[in-house]
């Protein structure tokens, strides 16, 4: 139903497109300088056929309930035909989608300028091939990263790591952090025989006890290092193992700001407290936090914010207590509050350590200051 309504309104626009020279409502350029070709049209309107979920949806759902875990399935989607704002599904209804793949889709469905990216054959070469990327880079690698990631770092960094997923992206700018804190300790010189030996057993010195500062509420990804930094649904965490790592209290501002500027403040004070506070007990415990991880704006926590001054002064408590500060800008960023990075907003000219980011970027990985480059060249020279 809604393929045949598609291809008569494709075949509308490209008649009248090729008629007038000019795109009929609800077609669209790819953009306003692009050359002038009609390549897509644009749904106006939900149209809803079943109920949600569907008999299809339904259908579906046991059929991949034998297969594996359907408890979070809401309905199958039919993303061929879904376009811009519109989510069309298995049963052929089309909804504003104001959910975005829990915030994943940069641009809406199927743009014409993704789809034309995606097709090119330069790109398809690294599909197709899987490349070892930190072992066997294509010729084209640098200047790929320069003219695309890099030209959107944040300010004070010039340096990316690509990862996949959020999560990836964020448990490996962890371990970068982790590796920061003990170069600074170590030096240049070289892991002790007993350092080297206890790594490979999952015991200290070698894996040391060291921990990473997170806030009540966060969402950093489901592995099980930022399954230790997330505190947003029991659900989440029950059963697994974790680390006992500090979990701060992330500031409860009222509404409207105006009116509770005074209350908002101080509850702000209060968590930079705690948070301080948290930074000293651990290191007493033997547990020093070598790195602090937040979100610009609690996503999955909640939609909870804080104030530019909350996030300055969590900077700053962080470089005092020699801590790496860590921005997690998978869900804000890529231009989500009107700035390419939520983080913008503070107004700072060295905002953090760390930037990891994924979901709207449709890649993952962290952008970083020069100090966390976690080159062990030391350890590979004397074949460690
Ligand atoms: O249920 C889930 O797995 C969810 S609900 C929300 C997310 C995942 N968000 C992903 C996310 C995020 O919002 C932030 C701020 N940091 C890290 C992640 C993890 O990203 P992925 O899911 O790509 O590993």
């Known amino acids: 139903?809604?393929?045949?309504?598609?291809?008569?309104?494709?075949?509308?626009?490209?008649?009248?497109?090729?008629?007038?020279?000019?795109?009929?409502?609800?077609?669209?350029?790819?953009?306003?300088?692009?050359?002038?070709?009609?390549?897509?049209?644009?749904?106006?309107?939900?149209?809803?056929?079943?109920e949600v979920p569907g008999p299809r949806s339904k259908e579906l759902a046991k059929q991949l309930g034998e297969i594996q875990n359907v408890g979070a399935v809401h309905f199958f989607c039919n993303y061929e035909e879904s376009r811009g704002n519109y989510l069309v599904d298995a049963d052929?209804?089309?909804?504003?989608?104001?959910?975005?793949?829990?915030?994943?889709?940069?641009?809406?469905?199927?743009?014409?300028?993704?789809?034309?990216?995606?097709?090119?054959?330069?790109?398809?070469?690294?599909?197709?091939?899987?490349?070892?990327?930190?072992?066997?880079?294509?010729?084209?690698?640098?200047?790929?990263?320069?003219?695309?990631?890099?030209?959107?770092?944040?300010?004070?960094?010039?340096?990316?790591?690509?990862?996949?997923?959020?999560?990836?992206?964020?448990?490996?700018?962890?371990?970068?952090?982790?590796?920061?804190?003990?170069?600074?300790?170590?030096?240049?010189?070289?892991?002790?025989?007993?350092e080297s030996t206890s790594c490979m057993i999952n015991q200290s010195p070698g894996s040391p006890n060291l921990s990473i500062l997170s806030f009540m509420g966060a969402f950093h990804g489901r592995t099980m290092g930022c399954l230790a930094t997330t505190h947003s649904k029991v659900i989440h965490k029950l059963d697994v193992p974790s680390f006992d790592w500090p979990v701060a209290p992330f500031p409860r501002l009222r509404y409207p700001l105006e009116e509770f500027a005074r209350e908002n403040a101080q509850e702000e004070d209060r968590c930079l407290e705690e948070v301080e506070d948290l930074i000293v007990k651990w290191r007493q415990k033997g547990k020093p936090v070598a790195g602090i991880v937040i979100e610009p704006i609690q996503a999955e926590g909640g939609d909870n914010h804080a104030s530019p001054d909350f996030?300055?002064?969590?900077?700053?408590?962080?470089?005092?207590?020699?801590?790496?500060?860590?921005?997690?800008?998978?869900?804000?960023?890529?231009?989500?509050?009107?700035?390419?990075?939520?983080?913008?907003?503070?107004?700072?000219?060295?905002?953090?350590?760390?930037?990891?980011?994924?979901?709207?970027?449709?890649?993952?990985?962290?952008?970083?200051?020069?100090?966390?480059?976690?080159?062990?060249?030391?350890?590979?020279?004397?074949?460690?």
């Not at 995606?118 to 990263?145: H, Q, W, Y």
Request: aromatic share 10%; hydrophobic share 35%.
């Open 92 to 194: 052929g209804n089309r909804m504003l989608d104001l959910y975005t793949q829990i915030s994943s889709i940069p641009i809406g469905y199927n743009h014409p300028s993704l789809m034309k990216a995606m097709a090119n054959p330069n790109n398809l070469s690294t599909f197709v091939n899987r490349p070892a990327l930190g072992i066997l880079p294509p010729e084209n690698f640098p200047d790929k990263l320069i003219e695309s990631l890099l030209s959107v770092a944040p300010t004070g960094m010039t340096r990316v790591q690509t990862m996949s997923c959020g999560s990836c992206s964020n448990e490996n700018a962890f371990k970068a952090m982790f590796i920061w804190y003990k170069l600074k300790e170590r030096g240049m010189r070289l892991p002790s025989e007993e």
């Open 311 to 384: 996030f300055l002064k969590l900077r700053s408590i962080a470089r005092k207590h020699g801590c790496a500060f860590h921005v997690d800008e998978v869900q804000t960023g890529c231009g989500t509050t009107g700035k390419f990075w939520a983080h913008e907003h503070w107004g700072s000219d060295d905002p953090a350590d760390v930037v990891s980011f994924s979901k709207k970027m449709l890649t993952g990985g962290y952008f970083y200051r020069d100090e966390l480059q976690a080159d062990k060249v030391e350890l590979s020279l004397s074949h460690f």
């Open 1 to 50: 139903m809604a393929s045949s309504l598609l291809s008569r309104q494709l075949a509308v626009c490209l008649q009248h497109n090729l008629r007038m020279g000019a795109p009929a409502a609800g077609c669209r350029y790819v953009s306003k300088t692009a050359t002038k070709t009609m390549v897509e049209f644009e749904y106006d309107a939900p149209s809803m056929k079943t």
